[in-house]
């Protein structure tokens, strides 16, 4: 089993839907979660941390699930421009601090 | 502000040759990654630096693969000698100290071995 794992898709959907995305983590000991996106040929951007209680930035909403070891990604109103790739990194340490990105959701907004 | 930067952007080289690639992390920043992404595998760490040192070199593939980071504004990927199947884009990544942080990337070389 991989470390971090996300369903590659693509997800396609319409302008102004709902998406969301999970990434699910083996290592029970990780502490730092983010979201990145990466557009096509392009390098991976930050596009929010991801906290214990769950956080909101806009039309964008990361949780995290200790129990079943997964966060969440949702996007509302889905934009033209949210079509990328979407990558999770968990971060763990066990003496130094490991980063492991997952191989990222493709999102597609159809207009 | 200045971001990650990278050099040079695109390298197209032939097998055998030595390739370097160039990185300079953003200010004040103390740690360092070098990755490699490619379609089939996605985004492997290689190395990781921090504070100057490397912590973490167990994604470097072979003997082939090198880094160093001479001081804290400069750190180098040398592959010698290159082979077609080193074709990727190779990025470079910073971020404060404290561990846990999260990276800034730069624009990242594509690299091409013919």
């Known amino acids: 089993r991989k470390e971090v794992e996300q369903d590659p898709g693509p997800f396609n959907v319409p302008e102004g839907a709902t998406v969301a995305f999970n990434c699910t983590y083996s290592?029970?000991?990780?502490?730092?979660f983010f979201w990145y996106r990466q557009d096509c040929r392009k390098e991976p951007k930050l596009l929010m941390s991801?906290?214990?209680s769950g956080n909101e930035d806009g039309r964008f909403t990361a949780q995290l699930n200790r129990a079943s070891q997964y966060i969440s990604l949702l996007i509302r109103d889905s934009k033209l421009s949210d079509s990328a790739t979407y990558l999770c990194?968990?971060?763990?340490?066990?003496?130094?601090?490991?980063?492991?990105f997952g191989t990222g959701t493709r999102l597609k907004v159809l207009a | 502000d200045a971001g990650v930067i990278q050099s040079p952007r695109h390298e197209v080289t032939e097998m055998g040759q030595e390739v370097t690639l160039r990185c300079k992390p953003i200010?004040?920043?103390?740690?360092l990654f070098w990755y490699r992404q490619t379609m089939m595998r996605g985004l492997e760490l290689l190395i990781y630096?921090?504070?100057?040192?490397?912590?973490?070199d167990s994604g470097m593939p072979e003997d082939r693969f090198s880094a160093k980071m001479p001081n804290a504004s400069f750190s180098t990927l040398k592959i010698q000698p290159s082979e077609p199947r080193d074709s990727a884009v190779y990025f470079c990544?910073?971020?404060?100290?404290?561990?846990?942080?999260?990276?800034?990337f730069g624009d990242g070389t594509r690299l091409s071995i013919l």
């Open positions: 991801v906290y214990s």
């Open positions: 990194v968990v971060i763990s340490t066990s003496g130094t601090y490991k980063y492991i």
């Open positions: 630096f921090n504070n100057n040192v490397p912590i973490d």
């Open positions: 200010s004040g920043h103390n740690s």
């Open positions: 290592n029970s000991a990780s502490q730092s």
């Open positions: 990544a910073s971020s404060p100290q404290g561990g846990g942080q999260p990276q800034h």
